[in-house]
């Protein structure tokens, strides 16, 4: 079994920074991906950003330029840092491991941007 625990939201005025910490734990030999969803309210979850066993990264559009998402194998953990931030980023951000071809989900760390 694998936990996966969010920290790091908060609240912060639009233009200012904060960074998101995603560590796994529990039966991992190898984590193949690691990414970054965001939902708000009444909308669907969507894909922020991922980065693959190797160090690849992606980004949606939405976030290019602005975001930056990292990763500590040794600690199997996720960073995402979110820099220029705006009311439009307020949403609860999830973070999804990939192990073993299984999908593991923390349970989301709320994030709000004032204007």
């Known amino acids: 079994q694998v936990q996966v625990v969010e920290s790091g939201g908060g609240l912060v005025q639009a233009g200012g920074s904060l960074s998101l910490s995603c560590a796994a734990s529990?039966?991992?030999?190898?984590?193949?991906?690691m990414g970054w969803y965001r939902q708000a309210p009444g909308k669907q979850r969507e894909w922020v950003a991922g980065i693959s066993d190797v160090g690849s990264t992606n980004y949606a559009d939405s976030v290019k330029g602005r975001f930056t998402i990292s990763r500590d194998n040794a600690k199997n953990t996720v960073y995402l840092q979110m820099n220029s931030l705006k009311p439009e980023d307020t949403c609860v951000y999830y973070c999804?491991?990939?192990?073993?071809?299984?999908?593991?989900w923390g349970q989301g760390t709320q994030v709000t941007v004032s204007s």
């Open positions: 529990g039966s991992i030999f190898n984590i193949n991906y």
């Open positions: 999804r491991v990939l192990v073993a071809s299984r999908d593991y």
